[in-house]
């Protein structure tokens, strides 16, 4: 042996014939919602390559259509098959459930989903440009606003038909989102459905400059809070010594079976625990914009094109209570006694800040995003119970808001004058007199936000709040109808705006959208009152989907 | 179960829902075709007369105490049930409905025509796409089928939806339809800036009455979800059932503890109070009665406002007994307060139809005092009274409107002589007039009577003071009279048409019942008194025994 082999075999050794890397086990049925949304989103791009271009809009809206039923085919088919109950199980190496609450919710959010993509395909509403119907979305994202690239596009008849695949994959993050079962997965979910949402936030076809400092706004503030999401998961992981949902529950709870010398020496760390916990659940409610993690929502709301707006406000909320529940149910009931009154105090912050300022506003897109906030208060009402009633009226709360939200935006994008839609309350002035179906669309989705009984805002809210006051929190049931009792007076004041003001001469006009924009406000006023006369169904698939696998 | 579950015909089903029919039918009318609305809406409303004529005739009064009885499930999950039920005080309330709603068709028969009708009004120049003869119409059925379902509903939840639900057509009417006269106040060629001047008054007049209402709505429903708390804490199955919960309270099944109890009841006491309306909550009544048209007017004071003081007997009083108890000597003196601070501030009025709202808080502030007296003749007399309030205030509201829409003004200066140009007109007022003060020989006077003898038996001093209330009405009640009816006749008053047919028809058939309810009350209170009994008895109070009778013997024995 020379002597440098022996120097080298001091630092280093014949390596063994490694074994076979284990490949993954992936249920590709349990998961095929998600991978539908996804591989159509993939598809989407494709498209978007190889098509020419006026072939392009019939067939993403096709295929976006086609993938997102699909996908709500394939929920119900999971549901079915008993996956909701007992046969509820985490899929994909730990790192997805498969369970009532997580089937309950993407099916909410691809209904919801598949209604914005109407929304979205609309192309009646603003005046043809060049001869050439027009959506909501810039002609050529990339041109600078005012700018003679932003013409020619304009010219040429461009649009934007790549938002379909964008808005599939969001809608993808989101299906992940509330079903993730480890702190990274939760992540990424969060991620792959934040950005496609920046970029299209960008996107509106007018007031564009308003609509990119909406996207940068939100862009920045969400970053920060990926940021803050990501450090407590790397302090949980330090406390805990596993991502994994069910591992950390463990090491709260204190049944952990294997101590190793690391778990030992971290898990006494509380302030590990306690902070880590806390920056989760801050990027948690940042997505769901309780105060004070709301300073995004108003501007974002107003900046957004509409139908983005409708969309995210509908389903983005659906998602991140989704993983909120999910986080506090499953990994940090253990912590409830410290958890709960900081939740306490969000709550009651939010639902009176939002119900307070929004009295001020005068614009509806900003009015709504306020009104938005309150009722993130009332949702978290229904978290903090921290019983099954507690998931179930927080799930049935969350299908029937969506609904409303999206009705509601989707008649935003109606009323118009010559500067695209006229969201400023006083050109709404005298709107019943002028069209009054769609103001008395407009006002069953007022009166289903403020609650008024036999729409379905009044079955969610009395389900979170009985909810709320069965897990012992009574004193958030008043302050929730006193912040109710407040926003209705702003719901009110643009009913008596819309009915009993004189119109003015040159107030906005309401469009003839096409058939897509009526269905969704269609579906959006029939499941209103639908859940509003009679939820017992619904109430019933939530009650049912109400456990967490673990 | 001390109900039998009516398995046949869904009468008080059937009695509601032919209102909401009506409303939709009247509703989808065409626009052109406004006198077709107006019939259909007039026939809808005798329907449902007769509907209730049916209940009032197969109500036994001496039988079980919830009759007609319908149960069905409805929402599970919150042990909600569509429970109907009706006893004496309910039967009672739903003929009165029933009874005034046809009359207030009629009397508002042109209040929504589109253009300026053939009274005074000038309200030329709006030309709404919309068609509001036909919603009129259709609001006033829908706030019909509310109301009677509220008064069927024995489930807190059913009770409370439609209370709630019933604010938005109401909201409507209030705001959407004000008095056509209004304008013609200002010279009738400017009549554009009066018109804006009374739509911003009138608009604000509807959103105090959401807003005062819906906050005590909003407060009631924390109290209806508590309660559904305690239920299901104690009972396993949380329930809204009125008799259930009543049983089990009886039982001893359902324990609540005492400050639970008081709060519970403020929270549905107060919804009830913003209702009724009773001081200091009252300050909407005046505006919404000020600002609506008559025959509204009439539907807020008789009709609407009567499931407050309903509700009060049979959900606060049978849910809450030892609560009431409790609350009773605050609830007297707000009563108190409301007579005596309602006919004071009647008597300063210079406004027709505000003059009769503070009259009606008075009224409603004896029916209060009734309630809360805890005596079979004060209870009694408050559900007499709230039959007969609304019957007179819808003569005198209504005699009133078709006054002001004369002459086009509410102030009772502008009026002055009018007796010798519109007798039959002058008649009328000055009948409905008696009855609001209460005159011996019409239908209120009972009542009034009622109360007080009730309230003196158990609160001498209490009774003594209400009585100022009676002197007072008839202050303001012939102090109009006398300024508008009598004196020297004015110009503008000169060429006053006497009443019409239509209004002749509206205006008789309630001056004879108030003629015959004041001579003869024995069918009411045939009905009524079981009622009175039942819930007293689930209250545990019983009538005073009249320290009069052992102080004569005594002194016989001497």
């Known amino acids: 042996m020379s002597s440098a082999a022996t120097v080298h075999s001091l630092w280093t050794t014949a390596a063994e014939i490694p074994d076979k890397i284990p490949a993954p086990h992936i249920e590709y049925g349990q998961l095929a919602p998600t991978l539908i949304v996804f591989g159509a989103a993939l598809v989407g791009i494709l498209l978007e390559a190889f098509l020419p271009r006026r072939a392009r809009y019939h067939a993403q809206l096709l295929l976006s259509l086609v993938g997102l039923a699909a996908a709500f085919a394939a929920v119900i088919g999971l549901a079915a098959g008993g996956y909701a109950t007992d046969k509820a199980r985490i899929a994909a190496m730990g790192a997805v459930a498969v369970d009532g609450p997580a089937l309950f919710l993407q099916g909410a959010i691809l209904l919801v989903s598949l209604v914005a993509v109407f929304t979205f395909a609309e192309r009646r509403l603003d005046p043809r440009a060049h001869g050439k119907r027009v959506d909501s979305f810039a002609a050529q994202a990339g041109a600078v606003p005012g700018g003679a690239a932003e013409q020619a596009a304009v010219k040429a008849g461009f649009t934007t038909t790549e938002v379909f695949p964008i808005l599939l994959f969001a809608v993808g993050g989101m299906l992940v989102f509330p079903a993730a079962n480890d702190l990274l997965t939760l992540f990424v979910a969060l991620e792959v459905f934040s950005l496609p949402l920046y970029v299209l936030c960008a996107l509106a076809r007018r007031q564009r400059l308003l609509s990119q400092e909406s996207a940068v706004k939100y862009f920045l503030l969400g970053a920060f809070s990926s940021a803050f999401l990501l450090f407590g998961v790397a302090l949980l992981y330090g406390y805990a010594g596993t991502v994994t949902y069910s591992g950390i529950a463990e090491v709260v709870d204190g049944t952990v079976r294997n101590v190793t010398p690391a778990l030992a020496g971290t898990m006494g760390n509380d302030a590990l625990l306690l902070i880590g916990s806390a920056m989760v659940l801050v990027g948690l409610l940042f997505k769901v914009g309780a105060v004070p993690f709301h300073m995004w929502t108003p501007d974002v709301y107003q900046g957004a094109p509409t139908p983005v707006t409708g969309f995210m406000a509908a389903a983005t909320k659906v998602a991140a209570f989704g993983a909120l529940l999910r986080l506090l149910y499953v990994v940090l009931p253990g912590m409830r006694w410290d958890w709960r009154p900081v939740m306490w105090g969000v709550a009651i912050v939010t639902m009176l800040a939002g119900a307070i300022v929004a009295v001020t506003q005068t614009d509806v897109k900003r009015m709504l995003a306020y009104s938005s906030i309150a009722h993130a208060g009332f949702i978290l009402a229904g978290v903090l119970a921290a019983t099954p009633d507690g998931v179930s009226s927080v799930l049935f709360y969350l299908a029937a808001y969506s609904f409303v939200t999206l009705g509601a935006f989707a008649v935003v994008t109606l009323v118009r004058d010559a500067g695209g839609e006229a969201t400023h309350l006083s050109k709404w002035a005298g709107l019943g007199r002028r069209s009054p179906l769609t103001a008395a669309v407009f006002a069953v989705f007022l009166l289903a936000f403020a609650g008024i009984p036999l729409t379905s805002g009044f079955s969610g809210k009395f389900a979170v709040f009985q909810a709320a006051a069965g897990g012992g929190a009574g004193e958030l049931v008043v302050v929730g109808v006193i912040a109710s009792a407040i926003a209705a007076f702003f719901y009110i004041r643009v009913i008596v705006l819309m009915f009993f003001s004189e119109p003015r001469p040159e107030g906005p006009t309401v469009a003839v959208p096409s058939p897509l924009t009526m269905t969704a406000i269609a579906l959006g006023v029939a499941v209103t009152v639908a859940l509003g006369v009679a939820p017992q169904y619904f109430l019933d698939l939530a009650g049912q989907a109400g456990v967490f696998v673990r | ?558």
């Open chain 2, 1 to 558: 179960m001390s109900q039998v579950v009516n398995a046949g015909f869904p009468l008080l089903t059937a009695t509601a829902a032919v209102p909401a029919l009506g409303a939709v039918a009247t509703a989808a009318v065409p626009a052109a075709r406004r006198t077709a609305a107006k019939w259909l809406a007039l026939a809808f409303s005798l329907a449902t007369l007769a509907l209730a004529l049916v209940v009032l005739v197969r109500f036994e009064p001496g039988g079980e105490q919830y009759q007609m009885a319908e149960s069905h499930a409805w929402i599970a999950d919150f042990g909600v049930r569509y429970e109907l039920g009706v006893d004496g005080i309910a039967v009672a309330l739903i003929a009165l409905t029933a009874l005034l709603i046809p009359f207030i068709i009629l009397a508002g028969w042109h209040d929504a025509d589109p253009l300026a009708g053939s009274d005074s009004g000038s309200d030329a120049g709006r030309s709404y796409s919309w068609r509001p003869t036909q919603g009129f119409f259709a609001l006033i059925l829908m706030v019909e089928a509310m109301v009677v379902i509220s008064f069927e509903a024995t489930d807190v939840f059913l009770f409370y939806v439609f209370f709630e639900a019933m604010l938005i057509p109401m909201y409507f009417l209030i705001g959407g339809f004000g008095d056509r006269a209004a304008p013609a106040q200002f010279a009738a060629g400017t009549a554009g800036g009066g018109d804006e001047a009374a739509a911003t008054q009138r608009s604000y007049a509807a959103v105090k009455f959401l807003l005062y209402n819906l906050a005590g709505g909003l407060i009631m429903l924390a109290a209806v979800i508590g309660l559904y708390a305690v239920t299901a804490d104690d009972l396993g199955q949380g329930t809204f059932s009125l008799q259930q919960i009543v049983q089990a309270r009886a039982s001893g099944d359902l324990d609540l503890a005492t400050g639970t109890e008081r709060l519970l009841f403020l929270g549905f006491f107060f919804a009830f109070a913003v209702k009724a309306p009773l001081w200091p909550l009252h300050t909407w009544l005046p505006n919404a009665m000020g600002e609506s048209t008559a025959p509204v007017a009439v539907l807020i004071t008789a009709v609407v406002d009567k499931v407050g003081t309903f509700a009060m007997l049979r959900f606060c009083l049978q849910l809450f007994p030892e609560a009431s108890k409790w609350a009773t000597p605050a609830i007297l003196v707000l009563s108190l307060i409301s007579i005596v601070y309602g006919a004071l501030l009647a008597v300063g009025q210079r406004d027709i139809k505000r003059l009769v709202a503070y009259a009606s808080i008075s009224h409603f502030g004896f029916i209060i005092l009734g309630i809360f007296a805890m005596t079979t003749q004060g209870q009694g007399g408050a559900t007499l009274y709230m039959v007969n309030h609304g019957i007179s205030t819808a003569a005198l509201m209504l005699v009133a409107g078709f006054l002001i829409s004369r002459r086009g003004s509410r102030l009772i200066a502008d009026y002055g002589g009018v007796q010798k140009v519109a007798p039959v007109l002058a008649g009328t007022f000055l009948i409905g007039g008696l009855a609001t003060l209460s005159l011996p020989g019409l239908a209120p006077f009972v009542s009034e009577f009622l109360v007080l003898v009730g309230t003196f038996s158990r609160y001498p001093v209490i009774g003594i003071i209400a009585t100022f209330g009676i002197v007072l009405a008839a202050l303001y009640v012939l102090v109009l009279y006398q300024r508008t009816m009598t004196g020297p006749v004015k110009d503008e008053v000169r060429h006053m048409p006497d009443l019409r047919i239509r209004e002749l028809v509206v205006v008789a058939p309630l001056i004879a019942l108030l003629l015959f309810l004041g001579v003869y009350p024995k069918p009411l209170t045939d009905i009524v008194n079981p009622a009175v009994d039942h819930t007293l008895s689930v209250v545990d109070r019983h009538d005073p025994k009249s320290d009069v009778e052992p102080v004569r013997e005594t002194e016989a024995a001497k």
